[in-house]
């Protein structure tokens, strides 16, 4: 992409990198959690792994996705829980 800059009078080409960067929301990251990779039609997961470097999780996704995983838990749901924990220990190291 070429973005004039202005220098006084003049216009100056700038290359910029692309700046095409995505921000997944809970619900989206959730969906491709362990035990629900049914629910996420082949096309979406083609396009999220042909762009895994421009995707990003806010902060807030993975607090609720921990909270969603503890409260998992405190339910009797360890053994998946424990899942999930490996999985978004997984994600946050990617």
């Known amino acids: ?12 080409p700038l290359e910029m990198p692309n700046l095409a960067n995505y ?21 979406v997961g083609e396009w999220l792994q042909a762009h895994h470097e421009a995707l990003f999780l806010p902060s807030i996704a993975i607090a609720e996705m921990a909270q ?6 405190r339910a009797g749901g360890g053994e ?4 999930l924990d490996r999985w978004l220990d997984g994600l946050l190291a990617a």
Do not use: N
């Open 1 to 12: 992409m070429i973005v004039p800059v202005a220098d006084g009078a003049r216009l100056y």
């Open 23 to 43: 921000l997944l929301d809970t619900s989206v990251v959730s969906a491709l959690a362990p035990g629900r990779e049914t629910f996420v039609p082949a096309a």
């Open 68 to 73: 969603g995983i503890s409260k998992l838990r």
């Open 80 to 83: 998946r829980a424990d899942r």
